[in-house]
């Protein structure tokens, strides 16, 4: 055979071979070798490969935050899936080729998992669920299995399967797992802890996994494991792991952070120990390549003083923390937090404590964990402060509105002199520190942005900071506590009194334009010089002790201070409207400390309000949970007597009315109960009758809601009764012995304290029956009729007035009178018409 015929022969054979080495069905050594290279190196190499580059996206996407423990792994979250979408589904359709093109070859199974970490990443958790369980009962590669198994563990976690991601790792246990799967399981268990937040058993893991990994994954291993040390408060381990993740050789970053993290848990023997660790922050201030890593530098410096103690060197280099803050608004909102967490828990200075959280407020990312919490704080610290600044205020302005005018304008006039002055000053050291920086930016090397390198020579970031500070803290003056709105002066009242320009950017830039004598007459202004404005003036005082005592007792937790500023309260105002309600609460904080003073506010209470729910309180502590469960039952049964009430059967309505204010007297729905009696009086009774029944509620009830729709009705049936006075004449009838009768002082308003009393006095010690009671109506000019009722008779009538006279006490004209005759003389008026008929029936 010659070689023009040698070669096409064996060129096709060689076709021949090649073409039976592509079937899917075949296993022979060439077909089997032909079918892995492929599947190897086209379709599951290019699917690896997407998602190589989605688990860079999401790490990219989730910048480690090195103020917590960092993740093991990034958090699959739904919002990033359509970022890749395109890549999942290119890496679903790579692996699918394999499957379906590449049945016998050894990447079948590998190929299924890379569909299921699609899946997964997809957020698709059914599918990814599905595709793993799928690997692990049809796969016939082991690793393989065991590596669907361990993301199958994962996707329960990231679906908050927990139960099910337990039962796959217990599966595991049991068996015989490669190096790489083991490394991933103890990883993944790990993982499984870090979201249980159960830090033991999560570094446990860790600490199994770390002989696993390669010499690039131990440097993040070592600093993890570092900070659950850290966390749980094992210090020594802690340091032990941040020291193998330095040496380690790691990047900038996690180097960085690592030293920091160092110097927290050092072990501090010896006084010469704690200079060394300040010396090392030093050093690490000073290192050029942590430039903008000084915030971050100054922080945890004020964290390590902080813990040591050491509150005025916390307080430092926070603020040193917040003024290098360059691009990290995290680190600095936390700064403003710790400050405000110092000045509120340590020092005790809520004003400044309320600056700084306000200023945390605004600067924290809103995603900020426990952000609600700081909102809260703040609210609470800035009511706070407007109380102190009420009080601060209005005490001063009390204290000049008795001075006279011309006193004030000169007092005014020398503070606007003040601070005309102190604006100048704060003007020509603007001007000189302008002067400064435009001269050194001359020696900065160029930043792209207009400026030099130096922070305070570079004037757009000077401008940048100028503009921030003026949006949180509007125009302030350079001067001490330029945070307070309003400055405390311990040599003159007029120091404290602050515009309310001092508040307002807008205001203050008027202030700025006005001359000394027209800031002066602002000030005047303000002094409060007519009996109304004086009033006003206290009623603000009254409220601000009121809502300061308030804040102090329920959300500072300072009862000290609560129960000073309520103290002041009562002793200020003596007839507030507060006292039943403060006295309670000072009961609770006395009785609290086993004070004797509990005693006397108890005692308080039972005089003055002996009805009133605080005085129910201390005899019941449990009453208000009672009286809810009763008012319930009560409701039923008035709506069963409203109904009858309705239906005109007003006997039917009287019993359940009589039986609930006997048997509940004190019950708060009990006054619905009253004031449904008052209006079947209304209906069946007397117009008096039905006047002195609302006169009753409304003084029986003084907290009732229906208290004002009670006294509406009173009103109503006394112009009602005015009209009726206009159409009629007195026309008494004659005296039946056996008619019921009524006793009647026509008294002032200045007297009718003392002739009740001496009433109450004849009915307790005479007229010991429970039928008797006094009630007040309104008579002519001015005076009121105090009544006594009911009388059985005539006889006992005269009886009760001789008892009256005996005891010369009672001046004011006073007299007995049927009850029919007294409905005409209270529709008349007509006094003197019946005093004539008294002295001739009686």
């Keep these: 055979m010659n070689k023009k015929q040698f070669y096409p022969i064996l060129f096709l054979s060689l076709s021949v071979a090649f073409f039976y080495s592509c079937s899917s069905e075949k296993n022979t050594v060439l077909n089997k070798a032909y079918h892995n290279t492929t599947a190897h190196y086209n379709a599951y190499f290019y699917g690896l490969e997407d998602i190589n580059k989605v688990k860079q996206a999401i790490k990219i996407a989730q910048q480690p935050d090195y103020d917590h423990i960092l993740r093991i792994f990034p958090s699959i979250d739904s919002t990033y899936k359509e970022t890749y979408k395109a890549e999942l589904e290119d890496c679903i359709k790579k692996a699918s080729l394999v499957i379906q093109y590449h049945k016998n070859s050894k990447w079948v199974d590998d190929s299924y998992n890379l569909i299921g970490l699609a899946r997964m990443y997809g957020y698709d958790f059914p599918n990814a669920i599905e595709t793993f369980k799928y690997v692990n009962t049809k796969g016939e590669d082991n690793d393989a299995k065991h590596f669907a198994l361990v993301n199958l563990m994962r996707t329960f976690i990231e679906n908050n399967d927990m139960a099910n991601a337990e039962a796959v790792s217990d599966y595991l246990d049991r068996q015989l797992l490669n190096k790489e799967n083991l490394k991933n399981l103890y990883l993944m268990r790990a993982y499984y802890y870090q979201i249980l937040d159960q830090k033991d058993n999560m570094v446990r893991n860790l600490v199994r996994a770390e002989p696993l990994l390669n010499k690039k994954e131990k440097s993040r291993l070592f600093f993890l494991i570092g900070q659950v040390y850290q966390e749980i408060g094992f210090e020594s381990a802690a340091y032990d792991y941040y020291q193998k993740c330095v040496r380690s050789n790691p990047e900038y970053e996690l180097s960085f952070y690592a030293k920091l993290n160092m110097a927290q848990v050092t072990r501090l023997d010896q006084k010469q120990d704690l200079k060394s660790i300040r010396k090392y922050f030093k050093k690490l201030v000073k290192d050029e390549k942590n430039r903008e890593f000084k915030d971050r530098i100054y922080h945890e410096w004020a964290k390590f003083e902080l813990k040591q103690g050491h509150l005025s060197e916390a307080i430092r280099n926070f603020n040193l923390s917040i003024r290098s803050s360059q691009n990290n608004p995290r680190i600095k909102g936390l700064s403003y937090l710790n400050l405000g967490e110092v000045y509120f828990d340590s020092l005790k200075d809520y004003s400044l404590a309320q600056a700084y959280y306000d200023s945390a407020v605004t600067t924290l990312p809103k995603t900020f964990e426990n952000y609600e919490a700081v909102v809260t704080r703040s609210e609470v610290l800035t009511r706070f402060v407007e109380q102190i600044n009420t ?38 050291k603007a001007r000189k520190k302008e002067t400064a920086e435009s001269f050194f930016s001359f020696n900065q090397e160029p930043t792209g942005i ?189 709506k069963k007597a409203y109904t009858f009430f309705k239906n005109g059967d007003y006997e039917s309505a009287q019993l359940f009315i009589n039986k609930a204010l006997k048997e509940y007297p004190n019950a708060d729905f009990t006054s619905n109960f009253a004031l449904l009696n008052a209006l079947i009086l209304g209906k069946t009774a007397s117009l008096p009758d039905y006047q002195l029944a609302l006169k009753s509620f409304i003084k029986t009830y003084p907290e009732s809601k229906l208290n004002s729709y009670a006294q509406t009705l009173l009103d109503a049936s006394e112009n009602y009764q005015n009209r009726l006075v206009q159409l009629e004449s007195a026309h008494f009838s004659t005296v039946l012995i056996d008619e019921a009768h009524y006793f009647v002082v026509v008294a002032d308003s200045a007297s009718i304290q003392k002739d009740n009393e001496v009433l109450t006095r004849i009915i307790n010690s005479e007229f010991g029956n429970k039928h008797l009671s006094i009630g007040t109506l309104k008579a002519n000019n001015g005076k009121s009729y105090i009544v006594v009722k009911s009388l059985f008779n005539k006889e006992e009538a005269l009886l009760f007035y001789d008892s009256v006279k005996a005891e010369q006490t009672i001046e004011d004209v006073n007299f007995v009178i049927s009850k029919s005759n007294f409905e005409v003389l209270y529709k008349t008026k007509e006094l003197d018409t019946y005093l004539q008929f008294f002295e001739n029936n009686y």
Excluded: C
């Excluded at 922070?455 to 000077?462: H, I, L, Q």
């Excluded at 100028?466 to 003159?492: C, M």
């Excluded at 004598?517 to 009254?542: C, M, N, Y």
């Design 450 to 638: 207009g400026g030099g390198s130096w922070y305070f020579t570079n004037a757009s970031a000077v401008s940048s900071g100028r503009a921030e500070f003026k949006r949180i803290w509007g125009e302030r003056p350079l001067e001490d506590h330029w945070r307070r709105s309003v400055k405390i002066s311990v040599t003159d009242a007029a120091n404290n009194i602050t515009l309310a320009t001092n508040t307002s950017q807008n205001q203050t830039e008027n202030e700025e334009t006005n001359s000394i004598d027209q800031i002066a007459q602002e000030f005047l202004k303000q002094v409060p010089r007519t009996p109304e404005q004086i009033a006003e003036s206290h009623k603000k005082l009254e409220n601000a002790y009121y809502n300061l005592g308030g804040i102090y007792h329920f959300e500072l937790n300072e009862d000290k201070n609560a129960t000073e500023t309520y103290s002041k309260l009562l002793k200020n105002y003596p007839e507030t409207e507060y006292e039943p309600e403060v006295l309670y609460l000072l009961y609770l904080m006395e009785n609290e400390l086993g004070s004797v003073k509990a005693t006397k506010y108890k005692e308080l209470i039972f005089e003055k309000y002996p009805n009133s729910l605080y005085a129910n309180l201390i005899v019941n502590p449990k009453y208000v949970e009672e009286s809810d469960r009763t008012n319930e039952q009560l409701e039923q049964e008035y």
């Design 391 to 428: 009080i601060t205020l209005q005490d001063s302005l009390l204290a000049l509105s008795a001075k006279d005018s011309a006193e004030l304008m000169n007092i005014f006039t020398l503070e606007a002199e003040r601070r005309e002055e102190q604006k100048a000053i704060a003007e020509e």
